[in-house]
């Protein structure tokens, strides 16, 4: 529970109901997705291709069809992993997998998902009707922590926590959905798995030096993304990813800059203890939900009015416009691999 800046009492709503019954998924080949399900406007572009509005013809239920084209095995085998992953996830904070159409000849693979109608967590707060505080981050932490927890039971790694892959469940309440397990992998504490991916900002050092990642490297980004969220600054951006690299493997960032004047001590005791350069040092999923900071925003009773204060999202703003910026250049490296030159 929660109140916001303007004195009205925020409450997260209930989970609602899943989106849908429990599915045994096994790839189908024998159809393509258009014979089921009637596309509708485009929704989002992610690395191997778009996500699509639709509607199943037989029972007019609304989903989201995620596009994924196949120019290498490789890229098969990880979209399978991507499928095997999603199937054991059913949690209210992670994204459901709906069906899954292969079609080879079109080399097109097609997931079917949950739909998530509130768009991209990061474009809701800039909004200029959004009145961003601090409750609301502690609130939307904690659920990315929750999903995490989950995710980390289940011995997977995420290894891709960025701000684009937190989803608002809809456009009034405040209930978030992690997405994109094309990253995710299976993790065995005993075994060594080092890992070349992930996005420059939100990496853990272990993922820039190739070391042995862990949950550990789920955390950092969750540290990234909150300091990013309640400031607006990205604590480790340089001038080119060399630069970012460089920032990460020091692991040194402040909380200097007057964005920070009003955020508590707790917040910046929490994320202290996520951008932790040895992953073994950092709180686990667990440990975040049980932190002080954390604790706080599912106390039954809210905090007096009084504390609540709004953060300025200027820095915010400009944080989203360029991460649209790096998209859309992604977007088009997504179409040049797909042999399509502008
Ligand atoms: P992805 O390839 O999974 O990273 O998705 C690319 C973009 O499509 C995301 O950043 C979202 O904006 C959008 N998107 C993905 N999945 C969904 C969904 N299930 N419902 C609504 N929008 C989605």
Known sequence: MSSDAMGRRIELEPDCEPAFEYRQITIRKEKWVTDEFELLEFLGRGKFGEVKRCKEKSSGRFLAAKFVSIVKEQEKKDVYNEIEIMKSLQHPRLIQLYDVYENPSKKQICLILELINGG??????????????????????????????FMHKMNILHLDLKPENILCLSKDGHRIKIIDFGLARRFNPTQTLKVLFGTPEFVAPEVVSYDKVGYGTDLWS?????YVLLSGLSPFMGDNDGETYNNITKAEFDFDDESFDDISDEAKDFINKLLVKDLSKRMTASQCLDHPWLKKSIAPTPEPLAKEKIINTKNLRRFVIRRRWQKAVNALLALKRLGLNF
């Open 222 to 226: 969750v540290g990234v993304i909150c």
């Open 120 to 149: 991209e967590l990061f474009e809701r707060v800039i909004d200029e009707n959004f009145i961003l505080t601090e409750r609301l981050c502690e609130l939307y932490t904690s659920q990315i922590c929750e999903g995490l927890n």
